[in-house]
């Protein structure tokens, strides 16, 4: 339950995001945002989130962090909870622990790191320094249990996978996973999928980028394997490749205003998907955002419509929003 003096703190954090395009505003009259159960323990969590990479983290290495002050409080003021981030992300996970704690809000968060501590002279994870990444992030997320650590990019499952199991075991992670965001690496995601015990994956899936749905999300969902989608915009790619372009008129029957939206709820309809978490250091991105989790996701025939519109659209250099 937020206290007054949260809301107080809260409200101050997201007073940029309340002048917002009317398109953006509609998706939150009378609507709440949607929420996938995690496969292993049938716990919800909100379909739509928060990513730390790209503009976050850049800005999160900056001198003013003020405007992740305001995503942070506009993620979870408006029913958000998922965050994820790493520490590879630069200064992105030790800043939103820092800004969570100022707004007493980390309690609200579902907090999804990863860790990834390169071995030398092609030799494995060293397994002390992986220690050491862990304990890190437990320092700067600032509580005792983390909902969530990931094997970030497949380094070394057998050596970092081992160390989370052990504190999954003990109690002091809650879920488990491993994360690829290359497609040549498909082959050995699915390997580990099929043998280790894991609660989560995270890939990158968007409307221009359907690969995981031919092999990955399908055995997520024999698996029972949650799934955090990454990069749902292209990173900046799909930005540039609509350009100007009005979003197709059919998209407003599954509530789709905003190219945002449509890139989210494409992502959001595969059945396997737990949540999707683009990064965005902007509150009015982030209200946009969710709006991409509410109202209902589109079915069969309109996610064809809305892959032929993309697949219509001229390549285009990788430049814009993220």
Do not use: C
């Amino acid at each position: 339950m937020i206290t007054r003096r949260d809301w107080l703190k809260l409200s101050a954090a997201t007073g940029a995001a309340l002048s917002l395009d009317p398109r953006v505003l509609h998706a939150f009259q009378g609507q709440e945002l949607m929420t996938r159960a995690i496969p292993s323990s049938g716990e919800r969590i909100p379909i739509v989130g928060l990513g730390s990479s790209a503009t976050f983290s850049q800005v999160a290495r900056s001198e003013d962090v003020s405007a992740l002050r305001e995503v942070l409080g506009t993620l979870v003021e408006h029913g958000g909870t998922v965050f994820d981030t790493a520490p590879g992300y630069g200064a992105s996970e030790e800043v939103a622990g820092q800004i969570a704690r100022e707004l007493g809000i980390s309690s609200r968060i579902f907090w999804a790191t990863k860790v990834n501590v390169a071995g030398r002279g092609g030799e494995g994870a060293d397994p002390v320094a992986a220690r050491a990444q862990i304990e890190r992030s437990f320092e700067r997320i600032g509580l005792p249990t983390i909902d969530l650590i990931q094997v970030h990019n497949l380094g070394d499952p057998p050596t970092q996978l081992g160390i989370l199991k052990e504190l999954r075991a003990q109690g002091r992670v809650r879920y488990i996973g491993i994360t690829s965001t290359s497609e040549s690496r498909y082959n050995d995601l699915a390997a580990v999928m099929r043998s280790e015990p894991i609660d989560f994956i995270g890939v990158d899936y968007a409307v221009d980028n359907r690969g995981a749905a031919d092999m990955i999300l399908p055995l997520a969902q024999d698996e029972g394997i949650g799934v955090l989608v990454y990069a749902p915009f292209g990173r900046t790619r799909l930005w540039a490749r609509v350009g100007d372009r009005e979003v197709p008129a059919f998209a407003v029957d599954f509530g789709a205003r905003t190219w945002a939206q449509f890139f989210i709820k494409f992502a959001a309809a595969h059945p396997a998907v737990t949540s999707v978490t683009p990064a965005t250091s902007d509150a009015e991105h982030m209200i946009d955002n969710l709006g991409g989790g509410m109202g209902r996701l589109p079915n069969e025939e309109e996610l064809k419509r809305m892959a032929e519109v993309v697949d219509a659209l001229p390549p285009a250099p990788p430049r814009g929003r993220s």
